[in-house]
T-cell receptor, first 111, second 114 residues
Framework: NAGVTQTPKFQVLKTGQSMTLQCAQD?????MYWYRQDPGMGLRLIYY???????DKGEVPNGYNVSRLNKREFSLRLESAAPSQTSVYFC??????????FGSGTRLTVV | AQSVTQLGSHVSVSEGALVLLRCNYS??????LFWYVQYPNQGLQLLLK??????LVKGINGFEAEFKKSETSFHLTKPSAHMSDAAEYFC????????????FGTGTRLQVFP
């Protein structure tokens, strides 16, 4: 099925560990996004990529890095995980002015 | 800067009652507006969107929303709630001139009682 695929679905990290969240879309969308969702705070934009080869900071970029590997893939890296990064992470993609398509999320716990 | 305010983090209704979820936005330009629904442990699904044209927008599952520029509002309604409507609902706004950022409200959790 066409859509946005996120891996892994669940992850537990120890403080200071690193990891990369993977996101891939097969809809030929230009723009891709990473959001985090925390209770009572809605979804907040971490980073986005308007097109292949470009990335920009969103509302809460500190502690994260991203890579737009190609048009399909947009990864989010935590270099040194902190408990404050415990959250549910959503990747999304979009073509032009059309609606965003979201992945099913990655639930990350940092202990 | 754009922003979205959702009034009421929790709304409870009886099955068959009217559902009204409130959303007000702040934007310096006519915005694009969206409502998304999130069922437990799932991603976000688009309910409806307003870009241009008719201000009353109909979405999936019997929901609709009306863009009122004078009130800077985009409230979500459904005439008769169903148990399956229980979920979290998010209002979001983007700038047509800078469509790369979708700004979300903090969400409203809808409970439906039998």
């Amino acid at each position: 099925n066409a859509g946005v695929t996120q891996t892994p679905k669940f992850q537990v990290l120890k403080t200071g560990q690193s990891m990369t969240l993977q996101c891939a879309q097969d809809m030929n969308h230009n723009s891709m996004y990473w959001y985090r969702q925390d209770p009572g705070m809605g979804l907040r934009l971490i980073y986005y990529s308007a097109s292949e080869g470009t990335t920009d900071k969103g509302e809460v970029p500190n502690g994260y890095n991203v890579s737009r590997l190609n048009k399909r893939e947009f990864s989010l890296r935590l270099e040194s995980a902190a408990p404050s990064q415990t959250s549910v992470y959503f990747c999304a993609s979009r073509l032009g002015t059309r609606s965003y398509t979201f992945g099913s999320g990655t639930r990350l716990t940092v202990v | 800067a754009q922003s979205v305010t959702q009034l009421g983090s929790h709304v409870s209704v009886s099955e068959g009652a009217l559902v009204l979820l409130r959303c007000n936005y702040s934007s310096s330009v006519p915005p694009y507006l969206f409502w998304y629904v999130q069922y437990p442990n799932q991603g976000l699904q688009l309910l409806l969107k307003y870009t241009t044209g008719a201000t009353l927008v109909k979405g999936i599952n019997g929901f609709e929303a009306e863009f009122k520029k004078s009130e800077t509002s985009f409230h979500l309604t459904k005439p008769s709630a169903h148990m399956s409507d229980a979920a979290e609902y998010f209002c979001a706004v983007s700038d047509p001139g800078n469509t790369d950022k979708l700004i979300f409200g903090t969400g409203t959790r809808l409970q439906v009682f039998p």
